[in-house]
């Protein structure tokens, strides 16, 4: 069992940054690939970014690419995800999830256990 919380979230003006945390506990953090998603209102849940389980190996919506960085830190039990250049369509809670195994997916259902999301705002 891993239990996963997000915080960071907040409201920013369009242009800004933000550095989303997320904080696991209970099983070896460093057994587990590690992903992004985020969901805006009246729309599905999307993949925002994942982190394999030593860092080595990143992905990321082309939604994102090249403005937001995930990061992990397996001695912290810490993943990040550091938001630059930020515009509205980004507004949406943002969740943390877990995946057993090395490699994270872009799939949902990759995951094994979640966090309870942190919401992000960007103004115009």
């Known amino acids: 069992q891993v239990q996963l919380v997000e915080s960071g979230g907040g409201l920013v003006q369009a242009g800004g940054s933000l550095r989303l945390s997320c904080a696991a506990s209970?099983?070896?953090?460093?057994?587990?690939?590690m992903g992004w998603f985020r969901q805006a209102p009246g729309k599905e849940r999307e993949f925002v970014a994942t982190i394999s389980w030593n860092g080595g190996r990143i992905y990321y919506a082309d939604s994102v690419k090249g403005r937001f960085t995930i990061s992990r830190d397996n001695a912290k039990n810490t993943m990040s995800l550091q938001m630059n250049t930020l515009k509205p369509e980004d507004t949406a809670v943002y969740y943390c999830?877990?995946?057993?195994?090395?490699?994270?997916?872009?799939?949902?259902?990759?995951?094994?256990?979640w966090g309870q999301g942190t919401q992000v705002t960007v103004s115009s």
């Open positions: 999830a877990a995946a057993p195994g090395a490699y994270g997916s872009i799939f949902q259902s990759g995951y094994d256990y």
């Open positions: 209970g099983r070896t953090f460093s057994s587990y690939a």
